[in-house]
């Protein structure tokens, strides 16, 4: 099966290969980013490497699909977004996503979830998208509430990063609440 690429007004979601190694590198080499990540900041290229491979591990055998964020206007890469823990036969996902700092608050997550959402639901066939978040990534939480997702609750003891079990909430759209969404546009 061929990588889907997405576009959106802004952004092209791409298949990420060993090109974006820098970009993906510069991304998760900074605290910021993977303090809510569940994994440790980078401090070598090669744990970008083996993240991308992952990623495309992951899509070969159906577990999970990870795109790159690519700006339009200058082809950077500033992100990743994807469905992690994909389960075609219950119907299900999980969304993940991180973006570069100098690109937050400029509604490029929402333009890739969006897209995202859209394809899982009409392409994919998926019934429930899902999203575990650390409860202190307020930012995180609020946006994917704005997008429709509910919180639905914690997750006691669910992520282990840097030595300390964290917990997390579980929050979740459902394709008739998506649907429903769609009809207001």
Excluded: C
Excluded at 17 to 25: N, Y
Excluded at 132 to 147: D, G, R
Excluded at 155 to 174: A, C, E, K, P
Aim: hydrophobic letters at 35%; aromatic letters at 12%; glycine letters at 6%.
């Amino acid at each position: 099966m061929n990588f889907p690429i997405l576009e959106t007004k802004r952004l092209q979601l791409i298949k990420l290969t060993h090109r974006h190694v820098d970009s993906l590198f510069e991304i998760f080499s900074r605290d910021e980013v993977t303090r809510f990540y569940g994994t440790d900041r980078f401090t070598l290229p090669a744990e970008a490497m083996k993240l991308i491979d992952l990623f495309q591990k992951n899509y070969q055998d159906k577990r999970g699909i990870r795109w790159g964020i690519k700006l339009k206007e200058n082809q950077k890469i500033i992100g990743t977004i994807g469905l992690n823990n994909l389960q075609l036969k219950n119907k299900r996902a999980e969304i993940g996503y991180e973006l570069n700092p100098a690109y937050w608050r400029k509604g490029y997550a929402t333009e890739a979830i969006r897209e995202v959402l859209q394809f899982s639901f009409t392409q994919m066939d998926l019934y429930r998208i899902g999203a575990i978040v650390y409860p202190e990534n307020v930012a995180s939480v609020n946006l994917l509430q704005k997008m429709g997702f509910t919180k639905e609750g914690i997750l006691r003891g669910y992520m282990h990063q840097s030595n300390h079990i964290h917990d997390t909430y579980v929050l979740s759209i459902l394709k008739p609440e998506w649907e429903k969404s769609q009809e207001n546009k």
